[in-house]
C-alpha cells in the first residue's frame, strides 16, 4: 500500500504564507485523485482540497477558496498546497491522502503537518 508522507508545517502570523507538500512512496503512484484535509484541536478532520489525478481538476472547500491552491509536481511526485492569506482558523494539523469518486481517503493516514496561524 502506498504511504503518503506531509511536510511543510510550521508556525506563521496571520496574512502570510506556507507552502505543505505531500510525498508518495512509489513512483507509480496513479490515484483516482489526492485531497488534502486538515483536524483542528476538539474538531473532526475536515476536507480542504483535492486534485484529480487525469486532468489535474481542483476543487476546494469553501472557506479556503481564493487562498489555498493545491498542485502536483509530477518531476518530484508531490502533491503540494500553497497556503496564502492565512488565518488563526487555518491552524490544525494538515494530512494528505488518495481518495476515491466520493472523496473518501483510502489510505492510511500519517502523521500529518502542524500549521499554527497566530493573530
Known amino acids: 500500500q502506498v504511504e503518503l508522507e506531509e511536510s511543510g508545517g510550521g508556525l506563521v502570523q496571520t496574512g502570510e504564507s506556507l507552502r505543505l507538500s505531500c510525498a508518495a512512496s512509489?513512483?507509480?503512484?496513479?490515484?483516482?485523485?489526492v485531497a488534502w484535509f486538515r483536524q483542528a484541536p476538539g474538531k473532526d478532520r475536515e476536507y480542504v482540497a483535492t486534485?484529480?489525478?487525469?486532468?489535474?481538476?481542483?476543487l476546494y472547500t469553501d472557506s479556503v477558496k481564493g487562498r489555498f491552491t493545491i498542485s502536483r509536481d509530477s518531476a518530484k511526485n508531490t502533491i503540494d498546497l500553497q497556503m496564502d492569506n492565512l488565518k488563526p482558523e487555518d491552524t490544525a494539523v494538515y494530512y494528505c491522502?488518495?481518495?476515491?469518486?466520493?472523496?473518501?481517503?483510502?489510505?492510511?493516514w500519517g502523521q500529518g503537518t502542524q500549521v499554527t496561524v497566530s493573530s
Open positions: 491522502n488518495a481518495v476515491g469518486s466520493d472523496l473518501s481517503a483510502l489510505a492510511s
Open positions: 512509489e513512483r507509480t503512484f496513479n490515484p483516482y485523485a
Open positions: 486534485i484529480f489525478w487525469s486532468d489535474g481538476r481542483t
